[in-house]
């Protein structure tokens, strides 16, 4: 007894020893003092990204990148790993995107991180994209936030607003955790999705709002151990897998969240042509309200975007193994569960559990299925067509 609580104390003093150790060297970068100016107008870009290499190659410590209150405008930067110490970008105060079409044409970033490891964004203050004046000008145009090549990262505590395009990307990441943020733009703003997640895993998005003008979360290909948790959706296109073409996207859980006002709710989305083998599976939709939904449950596999669906091509992805339980609310169409799956490879193993979803106008929902099987559990309204 005495030796083990000696070493379990040994290990606690050592622990604190090393956490002090990993404080002690992290030194804080504020901004205001090396260059920055809070006006709104002057490009604080070449200070970010000094003080970032400063910081990411000099320290083994790593290092804080504070912006305090004030407006800070940033043009489009890349902030490069890898670095030799954990660290943080804390944003108290405003950063502006630039507000100039022309320059934002074809940028694909306005921050962009990469290879970073042991990251954390956070500190209260807003990303704004300044989108408005873009929207509509150009399909290229910048994400706010990109993370490319990150592994264990946090961004929290953060609200972005009106990006010109997606908010947040995370591409070929690991171990990424996503809370407490607000993401908000307007329903009709053309391409301002919140998240999209694609070529990572180990990504949790938690206890976060998200209002905006095309999908709330898309996960695409190869993307898998995902968690969405407690996510308020709407305005907004719903949380989406897809829409893809290949590869495959699997264990995913979106749990626990909301969507209000949405043209989707929960969506698996793959094309018909062109189309390549890939596949979907062990995806959980549960606990989920859906308030004046568009089209609450759907699975489409028949999406054509370039020349519409000819009935002769279809999509190469399997579907498997999706359950859905414990969805609830209100349907904005008549079909509130929709499965329309692909002739060569039917969906299988579809789960319905305890589904109560009603016609908004009146009158009873439906479903409807195509190339699909499954069994329902519990109360089905609609009537289950599995
Ligand atoms: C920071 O380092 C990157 C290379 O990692 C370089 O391209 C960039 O110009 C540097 N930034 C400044 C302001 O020197
Ligand atoms: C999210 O941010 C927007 C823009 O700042 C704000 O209007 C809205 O109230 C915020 N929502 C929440 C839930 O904090
Ligand atoms: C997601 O949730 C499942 C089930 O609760 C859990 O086993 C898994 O570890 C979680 N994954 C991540 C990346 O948080
Ligand atoms: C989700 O909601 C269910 C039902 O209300 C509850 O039992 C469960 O603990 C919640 N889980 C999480 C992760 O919030
Ligand atoms: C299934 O998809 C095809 C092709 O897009 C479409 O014509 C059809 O209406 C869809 N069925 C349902 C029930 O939505
Ligand atoms: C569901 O209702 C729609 C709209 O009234 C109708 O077009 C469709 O045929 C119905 N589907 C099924 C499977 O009953």
């Not at 999705?193 to 209002?211: H, P």
Request: aromatic share 6%.
């Amino acid at each position: 007894m005495v030796s083990t609580s000696a070493i379990q104390c040994a290990c606690l003093v050592l622990l604190l020893v090393t956490i002090n150790k990993v404080q002690a060297q992290s030194k804080v970068y504020n901004v205001l003092e090396h260059g920055a100016v809070a006006d709104g107008k002057f490009d604080n870009s070449k200070v970010l990204s000094e003080v970032w290499n400063q910081s990411c190659h000099q320290n083994t410590g790593g290092g804080v990148i504070l912006f305090p209150q004030g407006t800070f405008m940033v043009a489009p930067v890349v902030l490069q790993g890898h670095c030799k110490g954990p660290m943080e970008l804390q944003v108290q105060g405003t950063l502006q995107a630039p507000v100039d079409v022309q320059s934002s044409v074809g940028v694909d970033h306005w921050i962009s991180f990469r290879y970073v490891e042991h990251f954390v964004i956070h500190g209260g203050g807003l990303l704004d994209g300044r989108g408005a004046s873009a929207w509509g000008k150009s399909k290229a145009l910048p994400t706010t936030l990109r993370l490319d090549f990150v592994s264990h990262a946090s961004i929290r505590q953060i609200t972005f607003l009106n990006s010109k395009n997606t908010h947040i990307k995370i591409f070929t990441c690991s171990v990424v955790v996503i809370s407490n943020i607000n993401i908000s733009a307007p329903g009709d703003s053309p391409n301002t999705d919140g998240i999209k997640v694609s070529n990572s895993k180990y990504i949790q998005i938690l206890d976060s709002v998200i209002s905006v003008g095309d999908d709330c979360i898309a996960c695409l290909p190869n993307s898998k151990n995902i968690n969405i948790t407690r996510v308020h959706c709407g305005p907004g296109h719903g949380f989406s897998i897809g829409s893809i073409s290949r590869g495959a996207v699997t264990n995913l859980n979106i749990r626990n969240s909301s969507l209000v006002g949405t043209q989707n709710g929960v969506r698996i989305k793959t094309k018909a042509y062109p189309s390549q083998p890939g596949n979907v599976a062990y995806i959980t939709f549960e606990h989920i309200e859906m308030d004046n939904v568009g089209n609450p449950i759907i699975i489409d596999q028949n999406y054509c975007p370039d020349h519409g669906c000819s009935g002769k091509e279809s999509s190469q992805v399997q579907i498997k193994n999706v359950k859905f339980n414990n969805i609830w609310g209100t349907s904005r169409t008549k079909t509130a569960v929709n499965f329309n799956c692909s002739q060569s490879k039917p969906c299988h193993e579809i789960e319905l559990r305890d589904i109560d979803l009603n016609y908004r106008d009146g009158g009873p929902a439906n479903s409807s299925c195509s190339y699909v099987d499954g069994k329902a559990y519990g109360k089905q309204n609609p009537p289950s067509c599995l």
